[in-house]
């Protein structure tokens, strides 16, 4: 399904350099094959960062934004820039993560709010909302394709899955029964001790802890909801007078997150077979 832009990212030119030129090269086609996995995030986010408060034609700024993210989500579909299969996960993620901000956001808990008006909120949440989970999940498939991702010793699927369970549900249930997701997280360290993701960004794999991928993907989320927040698209209680930067916690909870939307993505069939399942 590569577009010609892909073909050529995964298959590079061959290249006989050695040392520090090599090195430089395969950091330069790593930070290209990063752009290109962003693509639908950097897109989505550069129109949250250009989107005026007052929207654009009459049209309020979280209708926009919903607007700009459907049809960047077609015209990577008709350009093959993602997948059907690919737009089946991310949708799953959009669904997941919209439940959990309509929770979050509602008058009983009140996490986070959506200041502003709009046709597309529902239960007081924008519709867009949802595409910024979608947007990890894009992230997560594309780097699967284009960096040619590999794992070893993964933990057994049923383990992966049951801790994602626990994680989505703790977002709820910690309102009422308590916060458990340090014991979560603990139990993710020993799961995923010995995991590695074997990544190719020109022509050599490279290897990484898969628990230190998981943490520095949940950094840059943190990043860009700091952004976020800074141009007023949503609002936490202590930053509806002045703004400030989002608790650093919030670092833990985008990482663990991320363990979730990495452990749907196994369940595409291009990608099961790339999956080395520890014993």
Known sequence: ???????????????????????SIEFIWFGIK????????????LAIFCVPRSGIAG?????????IAVAIQFIMVMT???????LKAITLFHILGFIL??????????????????????????????????????????????????IRHHPPIIWAVMLSLALYINF???????????????VALGLYARSEVIFTPY?????????????LIGFFIWLAENLGTFFG????????????TVHVGKWGAWSLLVIMTFTITLFLKDIKKRVHIAQ
């Open 1 to 23: 399904m590569y577009n010609r832009i892909d073909q050529f990212l995964t298959h590079p030119p061959e290249m006989k350099l050695k040392g520090l030129r090599r090195i």
């Open 34 to 45: 990063e752009l290109r996995a962003c693509l639908f995030a950097g897109l989505f986010f």
């Open 59 to 67: 049209i309020a700024r979280y209708d926009m934004l919903l607007i």
């Open 80 to 86: 093959r820039l993602e997948s059907w299969d690919e």
């Open 101 to 150: 901000e309509v929770f979050k956001t509602s008058s009983a808990i009140g996490s986070w709010h959506y200041p502003e008006a709009g046709w597309s909120k529902i239960a007081g949440v924008p519709l867009f909302s949802g595409f910024m989970y979608a947007a990890i999940g894009s992230y997560i498939i594309q780097c699967w394709r284009l960096m040619d991702m590999k």
């Open 172 to 186: 709820f249930t910690h309102h009422f029964i308590g916060d458990y997701r340090w014991y979560i997280a603990s």
């Open 203 to 215: 022509d050599r794999p490279h290897r990484m802890p898969l628990l230190l991928a998981f943490v």
């Open 233 to 244: 698209i949503w609002q936490y209680p202590n930053q509806i007078g002045a703004w400030a």
